[in-house]
């Protein structure tokens, strides 16, 4: 599962510095730019995320962590990559609006008693200082905002694997750098390969325990 990740934008990462530059360009005048954090991400939060573009190309957007379920209301934050085709909810994004969510790392949490109280865990690339989550996206209108479309995403997730699967079951489907475009403009064959691909090499850092 991922319930809450982070994007460093301390500086020291490039790449986050370089999307922040670029977000800023394009939308600072807007109120979803002023709304941006970076940080620890909770749903609901704005972050920048990477869409595709003209002619192969990629852009980076504001949007806010959550997909509406309209049959009643609740706040979808992630997308289960087995059997996401045969999802409704997630059928038409899986197909034409898959997005990038840049980051670095995310947060898991360790069960220490019957108590509740938990070890937070943050869990970062290994090899590398970003962490592309793949994404799914939906566009929509509020009735009540006259012209205003509202783009809202998920992060796709799959079993976990090695270590994490002692913090949780679940963990998000990453992505290479070199296969962004792959995800973003490529066909179900495509899809699946990063579904099923290699995990990250992940360092994980105990952050001591809460509740």
């Known amino acids: ?12 990462v490039a790449e986050i510095r370089k999307i922040f530059e670029e977000l800023k360009k394009h939308y600072g005048s807007t109120v ?23 002619e192969m190309r990629i852009d980076a957007v504001p949007m806010q962590w959550g997909i509406i379920n309209r049959r009643d209301n609740s706040l979808v934050i992630n997308a289960r990559s087995e059997g ?42 290994a090899r590398t200082p970003m962490l592309y989550l ?15 479309e509202h783009v809202r995403f998920a992060v796709m997730t799959r079993e976990a694997m090695g270590y994490v699967r002692s913090l949780h079951t679940r963990m998000p489907v990453t992505v290479e750098r070199k296969d962004i475009l792959k995800w973003l403009n490529g ?9 099923n691909g290699q995990m990250p090499e992940y360092a994980f850092t105990n952050l001591g325990s809460v509740g």
């Open 1 to 12: 599962m991922c319930g809450r990740f982070v994007i460093d934008d301390s500086g020291d």
């Open 32 to 54: 979803e730019f002023q709304n941006v954090k970076a940080g620890e991400i909770y749903p609901t939060d704005t972050v920048p995320v990477i869409i595709p573009a003209e």
């Open 84 to 125: 996401v085709y045969g999802k409704a909810m997630f059928k038409e994004s899986i197909i034409n609006k898959r997005c990038i969510i840049p980051s670095t790392g995310f947060y898991e949490w360790a069960k220490l008693d019957q108590y509740n109280k938990k070890e937070k865990y943050l869990i970062k690339p």
């Open 187 to 195: 066909g179900p064959d495509n899809i699946n390969e990063i579904f």
């Open 134 to 148: 793949a994404g799914i996206y939906t566009k929509f209108r509020d009735p009540s905002v006259p012209n205003k």
